[in-house]
């Protein structure tokens, strides 16, 4: 029973404008070294955490034995780490600049996946959890936040939209990735090469200007 809301030529102009819209997000995202930076941080990280999101509840019931109620009990420890972090990041920034508490944050991510490599029961995978949605908790904050002072008002969308895009892009691919690796590699692996992974970001992002420079 609403009315309307139709807006006649919209159509035509949306449908024209979309892709000139998407490149220009993508110009202004990797022509800004800053957002350059971040974005490309945001990509591999989500590539990682989907290969482990992929397989963790598998690994948790098969190998250690976890039982549901424990399942839910690690998922929801995990998500009280996300919650500290939400809450307690403007207290870190107004002791160390945003650049290295975004790069230091990925500490927390190797020894969040050095804990899942070594362990033995539902309650490391808790602790784990805990520690790298409090890290990724911290990091995002201070990403969106930079990522609206470095980009112009009116391009705001554009560029938020290509971040979401590739940023979506890769978890998919992760998870399949992990899921045919756990059907006939050892899991465990899989961690180990998020150790890696997340031990590159922290070492590349302390060469970076957004490192040394944002504050």
Known sequence: MLPSLKVEGLENSENGSFWKEAKEGFHELFNNPLLRVTTYVIFFQNFGFSLMMGVLHFFALDELQATEAQVGFYISIGSAGGLIGALIVKKLTTLFPRGKIYTYTNIFDVIAFSILAFATSWWMIAIAMALFTFSTSVSNVIYLAVRQENTPNHMLGRVSGSVATLAQMTM?????????????????????INIVLSAVILIALLRTTFHKTVK
């Open 172 to 192: 998919p691919l992760g998870i399949i990735v992990g899921g045919l690796w756990a059907e006939f590699l050892n899991i465990r692996v899989l961690f180990v």
